[in-house]
């Protein structure tokens, strides 16, 4: 077959991928009657699908990762010189991008100290708790093995990872799940747990530390935290909930793990999600908009004292990380990540978020005093929701259908929105906005007018 022929014609790409793709979070029954939507070109937020059809993309390739935006040359232009030269050889040995960008990375990350390549959030989570465990075998006598996660927080799609998701959905049907995951309250508290409380984020904090007694804390080795819940349903912490979450992992002696798969590089206005509320992880992961998806690549990011743990004793030759991830060794990652980065700090793409997200937040804001059905808004930066109520006083989820039929609204105006979707029982109820970070003032207006329409249109 002549495949450059067949890419050019479009209808040929269309039937291929109905007949042999089987794509991501699908259900494929309706493909029997329609076409499957496939994306063929990108610049900015706007992308365009196999028919011609140009949509505005609020969520940053679906999955709020394309941070710089699409069509970025130099990206491109950084990955094909670096493939030419080297492409690849194991992660035993360095390269000069890797170099490269984790001197990068840790001069923006104070107290952070090693950088462990991989490639997906759901990779570096998993070496986040092989570290956990090695650590628990290594200092405390195979005790504190015990990974905590919290409700509505999600980690990623391996067993472990999904073990460690605070989504029951996500989790249905894919059990057993290996041991010593522990759910810890979820800290929302528009949904609080317990009632009209002065000070939630305290009380939320402190039910982590009921688990870990409940638990012994003699077992429990870690706990792994969103900075902001994303898929969850968009939860920004409560005020006083992370510096009192950080003092209940002092005292117990306890990890701390931040899982920055979608708040890390610069999607919440810093360059990490944790670095607005002053905490000091030991170990933080991330992976999406690190290169933006122009090429795969997470890291699992150490303080110097957790990598000491793994080199103080030579002479044992069980002593270090015995672990690869084939792929953490490509260098189009980190080449990739080193343009990415220079990117965001050249158009000052920071700034851009901070101040296109208040905008966006303040739009959304009076979005709610026009449609009764906007029980709350919540977001950071460029990472925003809009949980969707039957009714506000008894804050009744709307259901997930109707939430689809906003979402089918928004398009219908040409532009892609989110929502969370068979993560929570009951509770998938919440638009998710994540424009790409060059997002400009009057795209924001587009995405939020477009959200009065759907609005006004499905709910009335
Ligand atoms: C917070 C968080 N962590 C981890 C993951 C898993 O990342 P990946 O899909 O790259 O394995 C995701 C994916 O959506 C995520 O949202």
């Known amino acids: 077959m002549n495949i450059t022929a067949s890419v050019n014609d479009l209808s040929h790409i269309v039937s291929a991928d109905r007949a042999h793709v089987w794509h991501h979070l699908t259900q494929h029954k309706p493909f029997e009657t329609i076409d499957p939507r496939v994306i063929v070109e990108g610049k900015g937020l706007k992308v365009w699908d196999a028919t011609g059809r140009e ?10 990762t394309v941070n710089v935006g699409y069509g970025r040359e130099s990206i ?10 080297m492409n690849y050889f194991a992660g035993s040995a360095g390269s000069v991008p890797g170099a490269l960008f984790a001197e990068a990375l840790i001069a923006r990350m104070p107290g952070m100290s090693r950088v462990y390549y991989s490639n997906s959030g759901s990779e570096a989570n998993e070496k986040a708790y092989k570290m956990v465990r090695q650590i628990a075998h290594r200092r405390h006598g195979g005790k504190k093995w015990k990974i905590l996660y919290r409700e509505r927080d999600y980690h990623g799609t391996t067993i472990a990872a999904l073990a460690s998701g605070g989504q029951e959905e996500r989790k249905a049907m894919y059990g057993p799940f290996p041991p010593g995951f522990v759910a810890v309250p979820h800290c929302l508290e528009y949904r609080s747990q317990w009632g009209d409380v002065a000070d939630y984020g305290i009380r939320a904090a402190d039910a982590i530390e009921e688990v870990i007694l409940r638990e012994g804390p003699d077992t429990v080795g870690a706990i792994i935290l969103e900075p902001v819940t994303a898929g969850g349903g968009v939860i920004t912490p409560p005020e006083g909930y992370w510096p009192r979450v950080q003092e209940i992992c002092r005292k117990h002696d306890i990890l701390l793990i931040i899982d920055e798969v979608v708040c890390g590089v610069g999607r919440t206005g810093t360059w990490f999600g944790y670095q607005h509320y002053g905490v000091e992880p030991d170990i933080v992961t991330m992976a999406k908009g690190v290169a933006s998806g122009y090429a795969a690549i997470s890291c699992t990011v150490t303080t110097e004292r957790v990598f000491e743990m793994f080199k103080d004793d030579a002479d044992d030759h069980m002593s270090y990380f015995r672990d690869i991830s084939t792929f953490g060794g490509c260098t189009a990652g980190p080449a990739a990540a080193l343009e990415n980065m220079r990117i965001i700090e050249d158009e000052e793409l920071l700034q851009n978020t901070s101040l296109m997200g208040e905008r966006l937040m303040g739009n959304l804001r009076a979005l ?26 008894s804050k009744e989820p709307l259901p997930e259908k109707t939430v689809s039929a906003v979402l089918a609204g928004a398009m219908k105006r040409g532009v892609q929105i989110g929502m969370t979707n068979r993560s929570l029982p009951g509770l998938n109820n919440t638009l998710c906005l994540s424009p790409a970070l060059v997002v400009s003032a009057a795209e924001i207006d587009q995405i939020t007018d477009a959200i009065d329409g759907a609005l006004g249109e499905v709910c009335g």
């Not at 005093?369 to 006083?393: P, T």
């Open 368 to 393: 709610m005093e026009k449609h009764a059905v906007i029980g709350d808004v919540r977001g950071k930066g460029l990472f925003c929701g809009a949980e969707l109520v039957a009714d506000r006083a």
């Open 76 to 85: 491109a232009d950084a990955v094909r010189e670096q493939l030419v030269k």
């Open 55 to 64: 949509t505005l993309d609020a969520v940053s390739g679906g999955v709020w």
